[in-house]
T-cell receptor
């Protein structure tokens, strides 16, 4: 079983749609949680951290359920520029020396 | 602020040849990481340095891969000899210890093709 599991998609949605991605992780000792975005043939970039209380950044909302070991990302009012691969990431270990475990990514294609 | 620099951007070699990649982290970032990203997968950590010491190299195939970070700044990752399955993007990242959640910043990567 993979440590971080995501549905690879692709998710094909029209502009303006709302789309949700889910992710599960297996290590209950995971400390921090993130969503990274990776454009085609580019490096991953941090999209947002994920907190237990849930957090929002503009059109993006992230949720964490520690009991179920489940993370989600909701994108509202999708834009063409949202087309990318979204990587679910967990940190295991301390903030200084812990390592990041990446899911395989979920591909989103927003169409006009 | 300059980002993480990597070179070369692309490399094509034949199997059994050797190859080396170079990384210069963001200035002041003590922690440096090398990842391997195979097409269709997420990045996989190969090795993590804190200054010039190795923190985690549990997933580094040590029979063929080696990495060093002399003087705690630049780092090189070497593959000798390369195999077909080493074809991937090699990403370098750096972070500032103590920052919330250990946010890592990635370089553009080196795309390796082994023929």
């Amino acid at each position: 079983r993979k440590e971080v599991e995501q549905d690879p998609g692709p998710f094909n949605v029209p502009e303006g749609a709302t789309v949700a991605f889910n992710c599960t992780y297996s290590n209950s000792a995971s400390q921090s949680f993130f969503w990274y975005r990776q454009d085609c043939r580019k490096e991953p970039k941090l999209l947002m951290s994920v907190y237990s209380s849930g957090n929002e950044d503009g059109r993006f909302t992230a949720q964490l359920n520690r009991a179920s070991q489940y993370i989600s990302l909701l994108i509202r009012d999708s834009k063409l520029s949202d087309s990318a691969t979204y990587l679910c990431v967990v940190r295991v270990g301390s903030s200084n020396t812990g390592k990041l475990i990446f899911g395989q990514g979920t591909t989103l294609q927003v169409k006009p | 602020e300059a980002g993480v620099a990597q070179s070369p951007r692309y490399k094509i070699i034949e199997k059994r040849q050797s190859v080396a990649f170079w990384c210069n982290p963001i200035s002041g970032h003590a922690t440096l990481y090398w990842y391997q990203q195979i097409l269709g997968q997420g990045p996989k950590l190969l090795i993590q340095f804190q200054n010039n010491g190795v923190v985690d190299d549990s997933q580094l195939p040590k029979d063929r891969f080696s990495a060093e970070r002399l003087k705690g700044v630049d780092s090189t990752l070497k593959i000798q000899p390369a195999k077909l399955e080493d074809s991937a993007v090699y990403l370098c990242a750096s972070s500032l210890p103590g920052t919330s959640g250990n946010i890592q910043y990635f370089g553009a990567g080196t795309r390796l093709s082994v023929l």
